[in-house]
């Protein structure tokens, strides 16, 4: 035993020896400015020290040696309007070159065969030729020469692409290439692989000279080809003539560009059809597969190859499947994560939209079944014979090669054998059930039509063209500037009561004489309205619906008439068309036809449902329990999505009709209009629409209470959710009639007001980078010394729990230190001016004076908080702000992936 060991390693040693001694005599005898990197099956790769890869692969016994340059630049590195320029660098490469400007003359004396192709990752160049010196010497010359100097002339670029347009005309005379275009686009969002070689006709007809330049110096460089000669030749002469032909050119001053595109899971099947004069018909199904680096890669070939052979297959139960002629498949893309098609030619006129299901049966049920070994054996034996008829074959050695070059390392080729030579029939049935399923698939149908409806759309024209003869009429004129401070807001508003309704009524000058209305109207109060809350709200939804008078599209067309932009009681219209707009408000609220109310009713629950399968959803409905104080049924009670959902499935027509005759009218209320308006014309259509329309239940306003809640702290998992969701809130017995509002509103904004450029915007997003946007609300509960505080971010799952400590750690700093007086000057001038820039808005003006109708009071209350904010000091701010942005007072609901967040 012992002695077998010696006899083992002594054996390796002298091979050692014999390996070094060799090494050491091929190194002495290279070229100064080459190295040699690694050698497998008679393969030897070597570099240049300008980062030129090459490849020799001599066979004595062959008589013709075969030139080979594999370019890393394919139809996938190719941009927005380049399609097809990798594939028109290939054609226009034999065009010339600086030092050999007649190539095919050239080529064709010397009797060498020469040709290219254009592959999603690469291009291969190659020529074949009579084993002689001087050819080997005068190509690898052209060969360097056309890498630095190849001739991408305008003169040769013209006739050029109308021969590759022609070659694309004649692909869209197939019906495979054809389908398989749009299959393509369908299957990839972003990735490059989801553009044809080929590339669009529009593209090619229009091509940019110096953007293909462009790609050719950036792509066609040393450091980004790998060159190959296989055949006869002398190692020796080859190896000089490489070095000095290929060694002079210069290494690149710039790196190569680098795309980083993963396309996304697919994550459902799509479909495309297409409906044209064609040949035949054609299905296609496509499937998203991992890259040749990837083991299943070679696992999905070996399924493909199976249900494609033409053959009876047998599984393990002796079952016979019968042979499959129709059916081929190929691949889209090898080096990054592609596709396999699998196509299917029907005779014309025979296919229709469910003719995909067959191919579906064929190649989603295949891994459903356990394989004879023996079946595995034959096709492995079938791989083995080609894979050695490829090793005998110079020119397809180097084509099939090039593919793993571009995937990274030609030796992956047999790594990929040695994979073949292991692979179980276990292994093809877990990558067929994992890969080949719907969630994954594409199908493509190519239905021929003998006539096609013309689907083409028009050119865009040129707008010079559209204008040449226009003559326009202003309609818009200019408004002077207005003065938006409080004082003048509040000088030029007239406050009046129409019936029972709070009217603030603010004409000015407006462009296109615009007016903005809001009307508010109150009914019932706790006990009225107990039960009664989704009813409310979706007799209000179901509004729009129509009137005794107009139906849904009636409505909807007065509406248009009015000017009318907006909701029943809040909308913007113009001068012209206020009284028509005003009656129109009013009908819609007296005389509503609420009787179709399903379809409303059915959307709200939808929306509901939607919004509770949210992770945002979610999280809210847990801080809406925490925070609940009110029974079910009460006007004030916060509701989860379920509850709401379970409401609204109660809510019926007749419920929405009762309440209406209950509860509408004009008891009480107010009014704001704002904008380019007669206010004695308003005054007299409302105070008209607002007679003898009274409610029946009279308005008392239901109070909150504030409630001291101990600090919630969940954690939501959600399973298959990149981004994670941080919802922190706290209620604060402060409401916006008190002193101490304005404090804490200049405390919101400076901790996350803006999303960037506040104490959690510079920290989770500008420093850490783990958001795109951080934000803190202030809510106010209507007239009660109550407000609530939000703070709401998202991160992907992985940040989720760094992104809540970090929002911890600034506002235990805040509690600690407060703000700056740099901070407080920066928030008065943003806050003042924000506010300044607000009024100039209708819309805007009219709801500020609206919420302060409701609270009782008029603009001058915003004249004193306009001047509180200005004299707010430094220990103002921080008194609030160490009180109430305590960590220990929010409640926090965090939510994501739980697999994905680090322990």
């Not at 819309?843 to 915003?862: C, K, T, V």
């Amino acid at each position: 035993m012992y002695k077998f060991k010696i006899v083992v390693v002594a054996v390796t040693f002298v091979s050692y020896l014999l390996a070094g001694y060799s090494v050491a005599r091929t190194t002495s005898a290279l070229p100064e400015n080459i190295v040699r990197v690694t050698s497998a099956e008679n393969i030897s790769e070597y570099r240049l020290q300008n980062g030129l890869k090459f490849l020799l692969i001599p066979d004595t016994s062959a008589a013709t040696t075969t030139v080979s340059m594999t370019y890393l630049f394919g139809s996938r590195h190719e941009g927005a309007g380049q399609t097809g320029y990798a594939h028109l660098l290939e054609h226009m490469l034999f065009k010339g070159s600086k030092n050999y400007p007649q190539l095919f003359k050239q080529m064709s004396d010397k009797g060498m065969r020469s040709n290219a192709m254009t592959l999603a990752d690469r291009t291969f160049y190659y020529a074949n030729f009579e084993a002689d010196d001087s050819d080997l010497d005068w190509l690898l010359s052209m060969e360097a020469d056309r890498m630095q100097n190849a001739r991408i002339l305008k003169s040769e670029l013209d006739t050029e692409m109308t021969v590759v347009r022609n070659e694309l005309e004649l692909r869209e005379n197939n019906a495979y290439d054809n389908l398989k275009r749009r299959v393509l686009s369908v299957a990839f969002d972003w990735h490059g692989y989801g553009h044809s070689v080929i590339g669009e006709k529009s593209d090619i007809e229009n091509v940019n000279l110096e953007s293909l330049q462009h790609l050719y110096h950036q792509y066609y460089r040393p450091d980004n080809v790998v060159l190959m000669v296989a055949g006869k030749f002398d190692t020796a002469k080859v190896l000089q003539v490489i070095a000095r032909q290929f060694g002079k050119i210069p290494a690149p001053a710039s790196a190569l560009p680098q795309i980083p595109t993963i396309e996304p899971a697919q994550q459902g099947e799509r479909q495309v059809i297409l409906r044209k004069k064609e040949n035949a018909d054609a299905v296609v199904l496509a499937y998203h597969l991992p890259s040749v680096l990837h083991p299943d890669h070679a696992s999905l070939k070996f399924a493909a190859s199976m249900m494609t052979a033409g053959r009876e297959l047998r599984n393990i139960s002796s079952e016979i499947f019968p042979a499959n002629n129709s059916v081929n498949f190929d691949l889209q893309g090898t080096a990054q994560n592609g596709l396999i098609l699998f196509n299917s030619s029907i005779a014309p006129g025979s296919a229709s939209e469910n003719s995909s299901r067959d191919l579906i049966k064929l190649v989603e049920n295949f891994g459903k079944n356990a394989w004879s070994p023996k079946e595995l054996d034959f096709f492995k034996s079938r791989y083995v014979n080609s894979f050695s008829s490829m090793m005998n074959d110079p020119q397809m050695l180097s084509f099939r090669l090039s593919e793993y070059i571009a995937a990274g390392d030609w030796r992956l080729m047999f790594v990929e054998k040695d994979r073949i030579a292991s692979m179980t029939t276990e292994q093809i049935q877990q990558a067929a059930l994992r890969y080949f399923i719907r969630e994954n698939r594409t199908t493509g149908i190519l239905l021929s039509e003998e006539k096609s409806t013309d689907s083409n759309i028009p050119p865009v024209p040129l707008a010079s063209e559209i204008l040449k003869d226009f003559v326009h009429h202003d309609e818009y004129a200019a408004v002077a500037e207005i003065n938006t401070s409080a004082e003048n807001i509040l000088r030029n508003s007239r406050r009046i009561k129409i019936g029972n309704i709070e009217a603030a009524l603010l004409p000015k000058l407006s462009r296109g004489q615009e007016v903005s209305v809001e009307l508010v109207l109150h009914w019932g109060d706790e006990k009225t309205l107990a039960g009664k809350r989704w009813i409310e709200r979706m007799t209000a939804k179901v509004l729009p619906n129509g009137t005794n008078f107009y139906g849904k599209e009636s409505l909807e067309a007065e509406r248009e008439k009015a000017h009318i932009r907006g909701s029943i009681t809040k909308f913007t219209t113009d001068r012209a068309h206020l009284k028509q707009a005003l009656q129109l408000m009013m009908l819609n609220l007296k005389q509503p036809n609420l009787a179709l109310a399903y379809n409303a009713i059915s959307g709200e629950r939808l929306s509901w449902e939607k919004r509770g399968n949210t992770p945002e959803g979610k999280a809210r409905d847990e801080l809406y329990k925490h925070f609940n104080n009110y029974p079910q049924g009460d006007v004030r009670v916060l509701e989860t999505s379920q509850q709401v959902i379970s409401a609204l499935k109660a809510v019926r027509a007749t419920e929405l009709i009762d309440f209406h005759r209950e509860f509408y009218g004009a008891s009480n209320g107010h009014l704001a209009i704002v904008g380019d308006f007669d206010p004695e014309e308003a005054r007299m259509v409302l105070e008209q629409e607002f007679k003898e329309w009274e409610s029946k239940s009279p308005y008392q306003l239901a109070r909150q209470n504030y409630v001291e809640k101990e600090a919630l702290r969940h954690f939501l998992d959600t399973p298959g959710k990149e981004n994670g969701v941080f919802l922190a809130q706290q209620d604060i017995p402060v409401g916006i009639n008190d002193n101490d509002y304005i404090a804490l509103h200049v405390a919101n904004y400076l901790l996350a007001g803006h999303p960037v450029l506040s104490r959690l915007g510079k920290r989770v997003r500008l420093k850490e980078g783990w958001t795109y946007g951080v934000t803190s609300s202030l809510s106010p509960y209507s007239t009660d010394a109550i407000s609530n505080l939000e703070i709401q971010a998202s991160a992907a799952s992985q940040n989720i729990d760094k992104l809540r400590l970090a929002i911890l750690e600034e506002l235990q700093t805040l509690a600690m230190h407060g703000f700056t007086q740099n901070e407080l000057e920066v928030a008065k001038s943003a806050l003042g001016r924000l506010k300044l820039q607000a009024r100039h808005s209708n819309e805007y003006l009219a709801s500020e004076w609206s919420g302060l109708l409701h609270r009782g009071l008029d603009y001058s209350w915003q004249i004193k908080r306009d001047l509180a904010l200005q004299e707010l000091s430094l220990e103002q701010l921080n008194q609030i702000t160490k009180k109430y942005l305590q960590p220990d007072r929010f409640s926090i609901v965090t939510t994501g992936d739980a697999k994905k967040i680090p322990k």
